[in-house]
């Protein structure tokens, strides 16, 4: 019966410990945390993440140094923009992304860092064309946009899942 409602205890733990050193310890943290631990085990189990083998660990280190760095300036990059004294425009808007990569735990990370990363967000996924909608903030050339996802990021994810 535990096994079905709680599959992986140690996961689940290392979930619920991250939550309260990011938030503080409170009764209601802890609740609050073991809430988010059991709805992360569900959406994962949902998605297939916890059965998924990496296949390249050096492309996974390498992938979170990167996204480390990316969501860093990112958030410096935006803070500026917003911060800025006077209307400095800055150009929004969608782009296109055409996808190489069709593994599913690979799309699910390339959604978590794109929206992770200030300034990005990812709008939309279409299955039949693998392409990708995305709203950037700052957009002033999309063809950079693009290659960036896909040298950056996409490759990485190839490399570890595919």
Same mark, same amino acid.
């Given at each position: 019966m ?6 992986y ?10 939550w ?10 802890l609740?609050?945390?073991? *809430? =988010?631990? $059991?709805?992360?085990?569900?959406? !994962?189990?949902? &998605?297939? @993440? ?10 996974f ?19 500026g ?14 782009? *296109? =992304?055409? $996808?190489d990569?069709?593994?599913? !735990?690979?799309? &699910?990370? @390339? ?5 992770a990363?200030?300034g ?8 039949k ?13 999309e ?5 960036l ?7 990485l ?6």
């Amino acid at each position: 019966m535990i096994k079905k409602i709680l599959p992986y205890p140690v996961l689940a733990l290392l979930i619920v410990i991250m939550w309260l050193l990011l938030s503080g310890f409170s009764p209601g943290q802890l609740l609050l945390g073991c *809430v =988010v631990s $059991l709805f992360a085990m569900f959406a !994962a189990e949902k &998605v297939g @993440l916890l059965h998924e083998k990496i296949y390249s660990w050096s492309a996974f280190f390498k992938l979170l140094l990167r996204v480390s760095v990316d969501i860093t300036r990112s958030n410096l990059a935006v803070a500026g923009i917003i911060l800025r004294k006077g209307h400095t425009r800055y150009n929004s808007g969608f782009i *296109v =992304v055409p $996808l190489d990569i069709r593994h599913r !735990a690979g799309l &699910v990370f @390339l959604g978590g860092i794109l929206t992770a990363t200030p300034g990005t967000a990812w709008i939309a996924f279409n299955v039949k064309s693998n392409e990708l909608v995305l709203h950037v903030l700052d957009l002033t050339d999309e063809a950079y946009w693009q290659q960036l996802i896909k040298n950056r990021y996409e490759r990485l994810l190839m490399e570890m899942f595919e």
